[in-house]
T-cell receptor, first 113, second 112 residues
Framework: GENVEQHPSTLSVQEGDSAVIKCTYS??????FPWYKQELGKRPQLIID?????GEKKDQRIAVTLNKTAKHFSLHITETQPEDSAVYFC????????????FGQGTTLQVKP | DVKVTQSSRYLVKRTGEKVFLECVQD?????MFWYRQDPGLGLRLIYF???????EKGDIPEGYSVSREKKERFSLILESASTNQTSMYLC???????????FGDGTRLSIL
């Protein structure tokens, strides 16, 4: 079946450094790739998404890149701040027309002040 | 702003009980989803619904059922609760294809 692999499972960086989280997906028909941030005790919230007709998208300190040939996409956070500490999930749509997403296992990001 | 409301934040039930988790969304979304979240396993899809009275199994449907009698409400039912169903349950909704899912605050369910 379809799956999404996410790495690393934990990531610790110093404040001001960059953080990169990578995901690979198996369904070649996937064409929508959202990223969610979940702070402790809170709901997952969308932070950025990308569609397959775009290779890169940026929103302030956050960027996402997509390589459809290799079936992988990455989240880049620059100038990290302590409030970036959270669990991040990637996801990919599946080929059936139902709006269903397959989620990665999550990455716990810790930004040390 | 999309609002997805889950009926309880915390719930404690006993083994063998029938448990109902309720979810309501206020944006007229076609799609609704129930996930289970466990440490290290990410978000695993239990069931989803793409229209009223329509439902499909997700990756881990065993021991669960769902009901969608109205477009705004999607219920998750644990037919006979077991201790291995202790978990965080998240409901989500989305409008059409390739649009983000919006999540509720979650229900932390403990089965004793």
């Amino acid at each position: 079946g379809e799956n999404v692999e996410q790495h690393p499972s934990t990531l610790s960086v110093q404040e001001g450094d960059s953080a990169v989280i990578k995901c690979t997906y198996s369904d070649s028909a996937s064409n929508y790739f959202p990223w969610y941030k979940q702070e402790l005790g809170k709901r997952p919230q969308l932070i950025i998404d990308i569609r397959s007709n775009v290779g890169e998208k940026k929103d302030q300190r956050i960027a996402v890149t997509l390589n459809k040939t290799a079936k992988h996409f990455s989240l880049h956070i620059t100038e990290t701040q302590p409030e970036d500490s959270a669990v991040y999930f990637c996801a990919a749509s599946i080929s059936s027309n139902t709006g269903k997403l397959i989620f990665g296992q999550g990455t716990t990001l810790q930004v040390k002040p | 702003d999309v609002k997805v409301t889950q009926s309880s934040r915390y719930l404690v039930k006993r083994t063998g009980e029938k448990v109902f988790l309720e979810c309501v969304q206020d944006m007229d979304h076609e799609n609704m989803f129930w996930y289970r979240q466990d440490p290290g396993l990410g978000l695993r899809l239990i069931y989803f619904s793409y229209d009223v009275k329509m439902k499909e199994k997700g990756d881990i449907p065993e021991g669960y059922s769902v009901s969608r009698e109205k477009k705004e409400r999607f219920s998750l039912i644990l037919e006979s609760a077991s201790t291995n169903q202790t978990s965080m349950y998240l409901c989500a909704s989305s409008s059409v294809l390739n649009q983000p899912q919006h999540f509720g605050d979650g229900t932390r369910l403990s089965i004793l």
